[in-house]
């Protein structure tokens, strides 16, 4: 019967391909250390911005509120009238362009 041989560090093993291995396992905890860092980071902002996002959605449920009770045709009459004053605006902004301006 033959016994299983054990593992052993032969001198096959180059000084090269230890150091290289050693290289990415350094590598590896670096990154993994930089994307620690960086779901920590985005856990922070978050955390900021969830007021900001309960504040959304309460006025979202609002405007959805408002928009069931004013009429449609309320709301088609102040569409038109505010794009007519988008349109009014802008032509008054316009320069003429029949005039010369030379002194």
Do not use: C, Y
Not at 84 to 96: D, E, G, V
């Amino acid at each position: 019967m033959t016994t299983p041989n054990r593992w052993r560090l032969d001198r096959q093993v180059s000084l090269g391909l230890l150091v290289a291995v050693a290289l990415q396992a350094a590598a590896a905890l670096m990154w993994a250390g930089r994307a620690s860092a960086r779901i920590d980071d985005l856990r922070q902002r978050l955390d900021a911005q969830a007021p900001v996002a309960e504040r959304l959605a309460r006025l979202e449920t609002q405007a959805d509120a408002t928009r069931a009770t004013v009429p449609q045709h309320i709301l088609d009459r102040f569409e038109n009238v505010w794009q007519q004053m988008r349109i009014n605006a802008s032509s008054t902004q316009k320069l003429p362009t029949g005039t010369d301006d030379k002194r």
